[in-house]
T-cell receptor
Framework: AQSVTQLGSHVSVSEGALVLLRCNYS??????LFWYVQYPNQGLQLLLK??????LVKGINGFEAEFKKSETSFHLTKPSAHMSDAAEYFC????????????FGTGTQLKVEL | DTAVSQTPKYLVTQMGNDKSIKCEQN?????MYWYKQDSKKFLKIMFS???????INETVPNRFSPKSPDKAHLNLHINSLELGDSAVYFC?????????????FGDGTRLSIL
Protein backbone atom coordinates (compact mmCIF):
# COMPACT_ATOMS: atom_id res chain seq x y z
CA ALA A 1 0.00 0.00 0.00
CA GLN A 2 1.17 3.51 -0.72
CA SER A 3 1.71 6.20 1.89
CA VAL A 4 3.20 9.65 2.38
CA THR A 5 4.96 11.14 5.35
CA GLN A 6 5.13 14.86 5.92
CA LEU A 7 7.95 15.87 8.24
CA GLY A 8 7.02 18.76 10.48
CA SER A 9 3.41 19.38 11.37
CA HIS A 10 4.18 23.09 11.81
CA VAL A 11 6.62 25.23 9.84
CA SER A 12 7.21 28.90 10.49
CA VAL A 13 9.06 31.23 8.12
CA SER A 14 9.57 34.96 7.80
CA GLU A 15 7.96 36.82 4.94
CA GLY A 16 10.35 36.76 2.00
CA ALA A 17 12.18 33.66 3.21
CA LEU A 18 12.39 30.30 1.47
CA VAL A 19 9.54 27.89 2.09
CA LEU A 20 10.42 24.19 2.26
CA LEU A 21 7.76 21.63 3.13
CA ARG A 22 8.90 18.03 3.19
CA CYS A 23 7.12 14.98 1.80
CA ASN A 24 8.42 11.44 1.49
CA TYR A 25 6.43 8.70 -0.16
CA SER A 26 6.32 4.94 -0.06
CA UNK A 27 5.01 2.96 -3.00
CA UNK A 28 5.80 -0.37 -4.65
CA UNK A 29 4.74 0.98 -8.05
CA UNK A 30 5.41 4.32 -9.74
CA UNK A 31 3.44 6.95 -7.83
CA UNK A 32 1.51 10.01 -8.84
CA LEU A 33 2.15 12.76 -6.31
CA PHE A 34 0.19 15.88 -5.48
CA TRP A 35 0.40 18.91 -3.23
CA TYR A 36 -2.82 20.51 -2.07
CA VAL A 37 -3.34 23.65 0.00
CA GLN A 38 -6.20 24.24 2.43
CA TYR A 39 -7.06 27.74 3.61
CA PRO A 40 -9.16 28.10 6.78
CA ASN A 41 -12.73 26.90 6.40
CA GLN A 42 -12.18 25.98 2.77
CA GLY A 43 -11.70 22.86 0.73
CA LEU A 44 -8.44 21.66 -0.76
CA GLN A 45 -6.98 23.35 -3.80
CA LEU A 46 -4.46 21.66 -6.08
CA LEU A 47 -1.05 23.34 -6.07
CA LEU A 48 0.77 20.96 -8.41
CA LYS A 49 1.07 17.34 -9.46
CA UNK A 50 3.80 14.94 -10.56
CA UNK A 51 2.80 12.45 -13.22
CA UNK A 52 6.21 11.25 -14.49
CA UNK A 53 6.49 13.79 -17.33
CA UNK A 54 9.11 15.96 -15.60
CA UNK A 55 10.77 15.68 -12.22
CA LEU A 56 10.61 19.42 -11.49
CA VAL A 57 7.00 20.50 -11.35
CA LYS A 58 5.82 24.08 -11.24
CA GLY A 59 2.50 24.93 -9.70
CA ILE A 60 0.35 27.88 -8.84
CA ASN A 61 1.30 30.80 -6.59
CA GLY A 62 5.03 30.37 -7.27
CA PHE A 63 5.33 26.91 -5.71
CA GLU A 64 7.31 24.08 -7.19
CA ALA A 65 8.27 20.54 -6.19
CA GLU A 66 10.96 18.13 -7.30
CA PHE A 67 10.43 14.40 -7.57
CA LYS A 68 13.52 12.50 -6.40
CA LYS A 69 13.12 8.78 -6.83
CA SER A 70 16.41 7.96 -5.11
CA GLU A 71 15.25 9.80 -2.00
CA THR A 72 11.54 8.91 -2.38
CA SER A 73 10.82 12.58 -1.84
CA PHE A 74 8.58 15.25 -3.29
CA HIS A 75 9.37 18.38 -1.29
CA LEU A 76 7.48 21.61 -1.91
CA THR A 77 9.37 24.89 -2.17
CA LYS A 78 8.76 28.55 -2.79
CA PRO A 79 11.65 31.04 -3.03
CA SER A 80 9.95 33.86 -1.15
CA ALA A 81 7.10 33.42 1.31
CA HIS A 82 4.15 35.77 1.33
CA MET A 83 1.69 36.33 4.16
CA SER A 84 -1.05 34.89 1.95
CA ASP A 85 0.80 31.53 1.86
CA ALA A 86 -0.18 30.80 5.46
CA ALA A 87 -2.33 27.66 5.23
CA GLU A 88 -2.32 23.90 5.70
CA TYR A 89 -0.44 21.95 3.03
CA PHE A 90 -1.08 18.32 2.18
CA CYS A 91 1.03 15.92 0.18
CA UNK A 92 -0.88 13.04 -1.41
CA UNK A 93 -0.17 9.95 -3.50
CA UNK A 94 -2.19 7.79 -5.86
CA UNK A 95 -1.14 4.75 -7.85
CA UNK A 96 -2.36 2.81 -10.85
CA UNK A 97 -4.83 0.20 -9.71
CA UNK A 98 -5.74 2.17 -6.62
CA UNK A 99 -9.04 3.43 -7.99
CA UNK A 100 -7.68 6.97 -8.17
CA UNK A 101 -7.74 6.99 -4.37
CA UNK A 102 -5.69 9.77 -2.85
CA UNK A 103 -3.75 8.87 0.27
CA PHE A 104 -2.88 12.00 2.18
CA GLY A 105 -0.09 12.91 4.54
CA THR A 106 -0.90 14.39 7.92
CA GLY A 107 -0.46 17.95 6.70
CA THR A 108 1.92 20.81 7.49
CA GLN A 109 0.66 24.08 8.89
CA LEU A 110 2.68 26.94 7.37
CA LYS A 111 2.90 30.13 9.36
CA VAL A 112 4.38 33.26 7.77
CA GLU A 113 5.63 35.98 10.09
CA LEU A 114 6.49 39.59 9.41
CA ASP B 1 -20.03 29.29 -10.45
CA THR B 2 -18.97 26.89 -7.72
CA ALA B 3 -17.43 23.76 -9.25
CA VAL B 4 -18.09 21.34 -6.36
CA SER B 5 -20.80 22.45 -3.98
CA GLN B 6 -21.85 20.82 -0.74
CA THR B 7 -24.90 21.46 1.41
CA PRO B 8 -25.21 22.17 4.20
CA LYS B 9 -21.99 23.93 5.13
CA TYR B 10 -22.63 23.40 8.85
CA LEU B 11 -24.63 20.65 10.50
CA VAL B 12 -25.20 20.49 14.25
CA THR B 13 -27.33 17.63 15.52
CA GLN B 14 -27.94 15.25 18.39
CA MET B 15 -26.44 11.82 18.82
CA GLY B 16 -28.68 9.13 17.35
CA ASN B 17 -30.17 11.30 14.62
CA ASP B 18 -30.02 10.60 10.88
CA LYS B 19 -28.68 13.26 8.52
CA SER B 20 -27.75 13.72 4.88
CA ILE B 21 -25.13 15.78 3.09
CA LYS B 22 -25.51 16.63 -0.58
CA CYS B 23 -22.83 17.20 -3.18
CA GLU B 24 -23.06 18.42 -6.75
CA GLN B 25 -20.35 19.09 -9.32
CA ASN B 26 -20.66 21.04 -12.57
CA UNK B 27 -17.25 20.12 -13.99
CA UNK B 28 -18.48 17.28 -16.15
CA UNK B 29 -16.45 14.76 -14.16
CA UNK B 30 -17.46 11.12 -13.97
CA UNK B 31 -15.94 10.23 -10.60
CA MET B 32 -16.90 11.57 -7.18
CA TYR B 33 -15.56 10.99 -3.69
CA TRP B 34 -16.29 11.50 -0.02
CA TYR B 35 -13.45 12.22 2.39
CA LYS B 36 -13.51 12.66 6.16
CA GLN B 37 -11.20 15.16 7.87
CA ASP B 38 -10.86 14.65 11.60
CA SER B 39 -10.04 17.18 14.30
CA LYS B 40 -6.31 16.73 13.67
CA LYS B 41 -6.85 17.62 9.99
CA PHE B 42 -6.16 14.04 8.85
CA LEU B 43 -7.94 13.30 5.56
CA LYS B 44 -9.13 9.83 4.68
CA ILE B 45 -11.17 8.62 1.76
CA MET B 46 -14.52 7.02 2.54
CA PHE B 47 -16.16 6.28 -0.81
CA SER B 48 -15.73 6.79 -4.52
CA UNK B 49 -18.25 6.48 -7.33
CA UNK B 50 -17.55 6.27 -11.04
CA UNK B 51 -20.55 6.85 -13.31
CA UNK B 52 -22.90 6.07 -10.42
CA UNK B 53 -21.09 2.84 -9.51
CA UNK B 54 -19.34 2.35 -6.19
CA UNK B 55 -15.63 1.69 -6.77
CA ILE B 56 -14.07 2.47 -3.39
CA ASN B 57 -15.50 1.64 0.03
CA GLU B 58 -12.87 2.10 2.70
CA THR B 59 -14.16 0.04 5.64
CA VAL B 60 -16.64 2.68 6.62
CA PRO B 61 -19.37 1.69 9.13
CA ASN B 62 -22.66 0.59 7.60
CA ARG B 63 -24.31 3.64 9.14
CA PHE B 64 -22.79 5.61 6.26
CA SER B 65 -24.54 5.11 2.95
CA PRO B 66 -23.57 7.01 -0.18
CA LYS B 67 -25.98 7.43 -3.06
CA SER B 68 -25.25 8.68 -6.56
CA PRO B 69 -28.43 9.46 -8.52
CA ASP B 70 -26.35 10.59 -11.50
CA LYS B 71 -22.69 11.26 -12.16
CA ALA B 72 -22.99 14.92 -11.13
CA HIS B 73 -24.35 14.15 -7.66
CA LEU B 74 -23.11 12.14 -4.72
CA ASN B 75 -24.98 12.29 -1.43
CA LEU B 76 -24.00 10.89 1.95
CA HIS B 77 -26.57 9.64 4.42
CA ILE B 78 -25.56 8.89 7.99
CA ASN B 79 -27.77 6.88 10.35
CA SER B 80 -27.61 6.84 14.14
CA LEU B 81 -25.01 9.56 14.44
CA GLU B 82 -22.28 9.04 17.03
CA LEU B 83 -19.95 11.49 18.75
CA GLY B 84 -17.05 10.15 16.71
CA ASP B 85 -18.76 11.20 13.50
CA SER B 86 -17.97 14.83 14.29
CA ALA B 87 -15.65 15.92 11.50
CA VAL B 88 -15.49 17.86 8.26
CA TYR B 89 -16.73 15.88 5.29
CA PHE B 90 -15.40 16.81 1.88
CA CYS B 91 -16.83 15.92 -1.47
CA UNK B 92 -14.49 15.83 -4.48
CA UNK B 93 -14.68 15.01 -8.17
CA UNK B 94 -12.32 14.11 -11.00
CA UNK B 95 -12.13 12.56 -14.41
CA UNK B 96 -11.36 8.88 -14.53
CA UNK B 97 -8.95 9.17 -17.45
CA UNK B 98 -5.97 8.08 -15.39
CA UNK B 99 -4.65 7.91 -11.87
CA UNK B 100 -2.97 11.26 -12.28
CA UNK B 101 -6.26 13.13 -12.57
CA UNK B 102 -6.45 15.87 -9.94
CA UNK B 103 -9.42 15.94 -7.65
CA UNK B 104 -11.47 19.09 -7.13
CA PHE B 105 -12.82 19.59 -3.63
CA GLY B 106 -15.88 21.28 -2.20
CA ASP B 107 -15.63 23.58 0.81
CA GLY B 108 -16.69 20.88 3.24
CA THR B 109 -19.57 20.18 5.61
CA ARG B 110 -18.76 20.68 9.27
CA LEU B 111 -20.70 18.09 11.24
CA SER B 112 -20.94 18.51 15.01
CA ILE B 113 -22.64 15.89 17.16
CA LEU B 114 -23.95 17.07 20.54
Amino acid sequence: AQSVTQLGSHVSVSEGALVLLRCNYSSSVPPYLFWYVQYPNQGLQLLLKYTSAATLVKGINGFEAEFKKSETSFHLTKPSAHMSDAAEYFCAVSVTGGGNKLTFGTGTQLKVEL
Amino acid sequence: DTAVSQTPKYLVTQMGNDKSIKCEQNLGHDTMYWYKQDSKKFLKIMFSYNNKELIINETVPNRFSPKSPDKAHLNLHINSLELGDSAVYFCASSNSGGFNQPQHFGDGTRLSIL
